[in-house]
C-alpha cells in the first residue's frame, strides 16, 4: 500500500479540530551560529509534547464509529502510547496500552492521566507483543503500531505541510529518524508538495542504525543503542524503510556532545524546552559535516519531553 | 508630565520595526491547574529574553538625530543594560554602560557582544550614579534609567496594547513589579484601553517593598531582599509609585516555593523557559490568595533569561 499526499492531506482535514496548529520559529543567534536560515517547526508545543499526537489522531478518527467502539491497542513505553491514550480518549473511545513494567512512573502516571487502560508485561518485545496480541483477541480493539502503520505516517506528514505553507520556499527539511514514522511522513509530504526539496534525517551516532540500513540496503535492527535522545531508539519498520530509501537524500549521524550543546543553545536563545532526539536536527546543522550555508531549513523539534530533574550538562 | 494611552500608542509605532511582536499563549494543563483562562504574553522570546527591549527601544528611538548622535546611557547590571545597549547598536550610536564590578562575567559579556561601552565601578549605588554622571558630562549622552523614564514606561506598556488587541475581553492582567516600569505601561496601557479591567501585580513576598509603599502611600525603599526573582529587586521610583497607586488594584506578594514550583510547571508543561521574575504572575494564580477563578487573566511573562547551571529545584 503506498502513501499518498492526498492521504496526509485528507490525515490534516481530519485531524484538525484535534491537534495544535504549532508555530514556526525563527532565531536570529541560532542562524548567525550556523550560517543558514532555520525555521524550527515547534512540535514540542503540540499536545502531549511531542508530534505522535499527529499520527495516533489520525489513526483514532480513521476508524468507522463500529471500529471505534473497541477501542484501540498498541505496546509502548514513550510518547505514542500518551498520543493513543489522549487520542482515544477525546474521541470517547477506550485505549488499551501495553507498557513493560520497568516503564518509569511519570510515563505511567501520564497514560493512566489520559485515561488509558495499563497492562504491564515484562520488559521484553516478545511479552508485549503476545500481551498486545491477547488484548485485541480478547476486546478487538484497533492496533495502532507507533510508525509501521500507514495512518500514523500520514498524520506525522501533516507537520510538514503547515510547515511548507508558512514556508514554502525551503531548500531542506531534516526529521529525526528514530523507527521513522516521523521521517517518512515528512519525506512524503515535502518531496510531494515541493519538486527538488532535500530531505535529511537526524541520527544520533549511537544509534546509528537508518545509517547502516541505507548503506546496506537493508533494515539493520539497532542493537542495545546508548544515546541521551531516547525517543530514537528503536529500528526503522517494513513500511517506513521503502519510503526514506526512496525519498531521503541521506542520514546525518550527530555526535552525544552536538545534540548537548545543541539543545542547551536552543532552551538558552530560542527560550523553548527541546528534548534530546529533537536536538538532532539543530545538532546536524551546528557539526556542519553537511554544506547547508546560506540555505532555507526547516527542521522538525519533535518533542519536549524530558527531566527537568536531570539535565545533561 | 503624564503618561498617556497615546504616548503608549506612539511608542508602539516607534518601535514596530524593531521589536518582536511576541506571542501570546495558552496551555490547557495551567488551566486546569489554577481554574482560570490564562493568555501568557511571551516577552521571554521578545529581543534580549526581555520586555526591558521595548522600553530602552523606546527611548533611543525618540531621540532626534542631533541628540541620537551623542549616544545614550546608563547604569545596570542587568537585562536593561543589554536592551539599551542593543537598542543602541540598531541606530548606529554609542551606548554607555557603568556596571558594577561584581556584575557576573556572563551579563558583562552579553552588554559587550551587543558593543556597549562599559564602565565599571565599584558596587554602590553612590559609585553608579556618580559614574554615570560623569560620564554624561563627558560625553552628552542621554540618560535612559531603567525604569524612572516616561520614554521606557510608555514602551513597556506596548506589550499590553498588543496582548489586548489579540485577546480584547480579559478580565484582569498581572504583571511583575520590580521598579515598576513593566507594571505602570501596564496599567496605562490596559486601563485606558478598557474601562474596568483588572490591574494586579505579582511580587516576592521576600522582596515586598511594592506591597508595602502601597500600603504605607509612601515609596518603601527595598532593603536586602533575598530572592530568586533577580529582576525585582529595586525599588519603586517617583514617576511609577503614583501610577501605580492610581491604576493598579493590588500587590500579591508570592512565596519563594510557588515561584519554583509555577516556573518548573510552565517548563515542562507550556515548554518555554521563563525566569523567576516571570514565574511570579504565575504563583499568584498558584497560590490562590486572590479569587480568580474563571477569569480570562492576561499575564506578562517578563523575561527568559536563566543561567541554565543552577535549576532551583
Known amino acids: ?4 499526499l492526498k492521504d496526509i ?9 484535534y491537534i495544535h496548529r504549532t508555530p514556526v520559529l525563527t532565531n536570529k543567534s541560532l542562524n548567525e551560529k550556523v550560517g543558514a536560515n532555520v525555521f524550527m517547526k515547534c ?16 489513526a483514532v478518527w480513521s476508524l468507522t464509529d463500529e471500529e471505534a467502539k473497541l477501542g ?16 482515544a480518549k477525546m474521541r470517547g473511545i477506550p485505549a ?16 493512566a492521566g489520559y485515561g488509558g487502560q495499563i497492562t504491564f508485561c515484562e520488559p521484553t518485545l516478545e511479552a508485549r507483543e503476545s500481551n498486545l496480541e491477547r488484548i485485541k483477541n480478547e ?3 484497533n492496533v495502532v503500531h507507533p510508525y509501521n502503520d500507514e495512518r500514523v505516517i500520514a498524520g506525522q506528514g501533516t507537520a510538514t505541510l503547515e510547515l511548507l505553507e508558512e514556508i514554502p520556499d525551503l531548500d531542506v527539511i531534516i526529521a529525526p529518524v528514530g523507527g521513522g514514522g516521523l521521517l517518512s511522513g515528512t519525506a512524503i509530504a515535502a518531496t510531494e508538495t515541493k519538486r527538488g526539496i532535500r530531505v535529511i534525517a537526524a541520527e544520533p551516532e549511537m544509534a546509528d542504525d537508518a545509517f547502516r540500513s541505507m548503506k546496506e540496503k537493508k533494515i539493520i535492527p539497532s542493537e542495545n543503542p ?7 531508539l528503536t529500528s526503522l519498520g517494513t513500511l517506513t524503510f521503502p519510503i526514506i530509501q526512496e525519498r531521503v537524500e541521506q542520514v546525518v549521524t550527530v555526535s552525544e556532545s552536538a545534540m548537548i550543546e545543541s ?15 529533537a536536538a538532532t536536527v539543530i545538532a546536524v546543522l551546528w557539526e556542519k559535516k553537511i554544506e547547508l550555508t546560506g540555505l532555507k531549513v526547516g527542521v522538525i523539534l519533535s518533542g519536549g519531553n524530558v527531566d527537568l530533574g536531570k539535565l545533561y550538562w
Chains 1, 2 share one sequence.
Open 263 to 277: 539543545m542547551k543553545f536552543i532552551w538558552e536563545r530560542a527560550k523553548i524546552i527541546i528534548e534530546p532526539s
Open 1 to 4: 500500500m503506498t502513501i499518498t
Open 226 to 232: 546508548k544515546t541521551i535522545a531516547d525517543g530514537l
Open 72 to 87: 484501540v491497542c498498541t505496546h509502548s513505553s514513550g510518547n505514542h502510547a500518551q498520543a493513543l491514550a489522549l487520542a
Open 43 to 58: 512540535e514540542n508545543f503540540q499536545k502531549v509534547g511531542a508530534f505522535k499526537f499527529r499520527g495516533a489522531s489520525n
Open 96 to 111: 488499551y496500552i501495553v507498557m513493560p513494567n520497568n516503564a518509569p512512573q511519570v510515563k505511567k502516571d501520564a497514560v
Open 9 to 17: 492531506h485528507e490525515a490534516a482535514q481530519r485531524i484538525k479540530p
Open 139 to 141: 476486546t478487538g480493539a
